[in-house]
Structures are given as structure tokens and as C-alpha cells.
């Protein structure tokens, strides 16, 4: 069972409190992670994002979502009374340490990203002789 494929999110950490009355402009990025045996399957909540807003990249053991909204230049000349629904950034960490990077495929629809993520294989130890004394 994989529970270190959980994210590293400031919201765990801290109490709610803590950043209240604060402007913060990440916006949380809910996930499921299902464990299939051989391979995670993450779906990531990306509503209003395309594919060229989003940005998935690995660094060691850490995957990171990046999704950053453009602001359209047609958006900008329009005189808003109320404006909530733009999300400038959103960002994700995630502990893959037991997930084969070089395979991890991703897929976007209807905004949700799918990322299926094949698990490490054991490495076997090679097979060697065994001298007899």
C-alpha cells in the first residue's frame, strides 16, 4: 500500500487559520489516486484549463502539476463589476518515489488530468553461482 503518494500541500500543514484574511494565489488541485496493483491512476480536478495552461514535470522524487491561466487580451479591455472565475496559478506536488518516471503518460479531458503512473519494479538480483567449500 503507497500512502507517500501523498501531496505535499501547505494546507495539510498548517491550520486553516493560518491563512485566512491572506491572499494566496495558488489554488488548491484535487486529486484521486487509485493503486490498480501495477500502476497509480491520479485524476486531478483542472477545470477551465487547455492542455498549453498546463505543465507536469518530475525533479527526483517529486511530480509537480504547474497550470497557469493566460489572460486573454480581450478579457483585459472588459470592464468586470464582479470577476471570481480566474484562477492565475494552481500547483501540485506529489512523492513519487515508487513510480517509474520514465513512463508516467498523462491525458486531459473534460477537465480532468489522468496521469497513469507504472509502478518501480523490484529489482531482482542477478542470478550468480555459489561456490561450495
Do not use: W
Not at 491520479?42 to 502539476?65: M, N, R, Y
Not at 513510480?99 to 550468480?128: C, F, H, V, W
Amino acid at each position: 500500500m503507497m500512502f507517500d503518494l501523498a501531496p505535499f500541500d501547505l494546507y495539510n500543514r498548517f491550520d486553516d487559520d493560518f491563512f485566512r484574511g491572506k491572499k494566496n494565489n495558488v489554488a488548491p488541485c484535487r486529486t484521486d489516486i487509485c493503486d490498480t496493483g501495477d500502476t497509480y491512476i491520479a485524476q486531478a480536478e483542472l477545470p477551465g484549463f487547455s492542455k498549453e495552461e498546463i505543465k507536469i514535470s518530475v525533479e527526483k522524487d517529486c511530480l509537480t502539476i504547474d497550470a497557469e491561466h493566460k489572460e486573454d487580451a480581450q478579457n483585459q479591455s472588459e470592464h468586470f463589476i464582479r470577476r471570481e472565475r480566474p484562477m492565475n496559478n494552481l500547483s501540485r506536488s506529489f512523492d513519487i518515489s515508487e513510480i517509474d518516471a520514465g513512463k508516467i503518460s498523462a491525458k486531459l479531458e473534460n477537465g480532468i488530468l489522468t496521469l497513469t503512473m507504472p509502478k518501480k519494479r523490484a529489482s531482482q538480483p542477478a542470478s550468480t553461482q555459489i561456490s561450495i567449500d
